[in-house]
């Protein structure tokens, strides 16, 4: 075999192997990702009653109509931008300070143990999580308001009120999370280089501006991922809604995804297929703008 025949069928099995290595996966995101958005996307064109028969009645976009006409699905879409902007912010905010406190030196002792707390919630069963949170949050014989009262402050109404359901619940929703986005972060800073921020301190720079002009600009790959990743992640926010608030109080933490699931519930297939998918295009619209922003900064 010639050099050049022999070099093409070379290619020709590596890409191969490739292929076949990643046939499996490719085939279980079409059956149990794509699939079944496609029947999602289906069935909300479909009248509610007929939607799981093999021939449905078709009502064209009438089920988006009546989506979209709905004060409940509008108050909770508003809802679900909101917390989702706060989410993302918290989140972020709190693993990227504590992504550039473990990679300091000031925590010469304990380091690898703090990370290893602030990483361990998010291999925790996210259900398990949100069931201990639940509880201590209780009003009455709950943790947080027994610590509260140990040291005179007034009571923590936590999951009980408005005012204060959705803050618990970001609460324990940034306890789950945050620790993955701060291991991006720490993997960013791992690979950063440091002779920039020496120059920057020959120079005469302080810490705040090491930090901005040198650190943050460094950081920005991680910053888009962790952006990209958590706007997907709390738009859809759905299982500490369902453990710690079922939607309360006075539909304050009724996001899309829980008001979907309570329309499915009700055998409203059509309905809540609909505010899937109008959920779903949000989700992939913000996705891309996160990730568009990201890169026009890196420009």
Not at 84 to 95: E, G, M, P, S
Not at 131 to 149: C, E, P
Request: glycine letters at 6%; a positive charge.
């Amino acid at each position: 075999m010639s050099g050049p025949r022999r070099n093409a069928f070379a290619a020709w099995r590596a890409e191969g192997v490739f292929y076949l290595l990643v046939l499996p996966f490719a085939v279980l995101t079409v059956l149990f990702g794509l699939w079944p958005i496609l029947l999602s996307v289906q069935v909300s064109f479909t009248a509610s009653a007929s939607a799981l028969r093999p021939d449905p009645q078709w009502v064209g976009f009438a089920n988006y109509a009546a989506v979209l006409g709905d004060e409940l699905f509008r108050a909770s879409l508003w809802r679900t931008l909101a917390y989702t902007v706060l989410a993302v912010a918290a989140n972020l905010a709190f693993a990227l300070a504590a992504a550039l406190l473990l990679d300091s030196k000031l925590l010469p002792r304990g380091n690898m143990a703090l990370r290893l707390a602030l990483f361990l919630p998010v291999v925790t069963p996210d259900v398990a999580g949100y069931v201990v949170w639940r509880w201590l949050f209780d009003h009455s014989f709950g943790a947080v308001n027994a610590a509260l009262d140990l040291v005179g402050l007034p009571p923590f109404a936590g999951l009980t009120s408005v005012a204060t359901a959705t803050p618990a619940i970001l609460i324990a929703e940034l306890w789950h999370h945050a620790g993955f986005y701060m291991v991006i972060f720490l993997a960013n800073l791992a690979i950063r280089d440091p002779a920039l921020e020496e120059a920057a301190k020959v120079d005469g720079a302080g810490a705040w501006a090491r930090l901005r002009h040198v650190i943050l600009p460094q950081l920005r790959p991680a910053i888009v991922i962790n952006l990209v990743y958590a706007t997907i992640q709390f738009l859809k926010t759905f299982t500490v809604v369902v453990v710690m608030t079922k939607g309360g109080p006075a539909e304050s933490t009724t996001f899309v995804s829980y008001l979907a699931y309570q329309y499915f519930d009700q055998a409203r297939y059509g309905e809540a297929t609909a505010m899937a998918t109008i959920l779903f295009a949000v989700v992939i619209v913000l996705s891309l703008l996160a990730y568009a922003l990201g890169e026009r900064g890196r420009a």
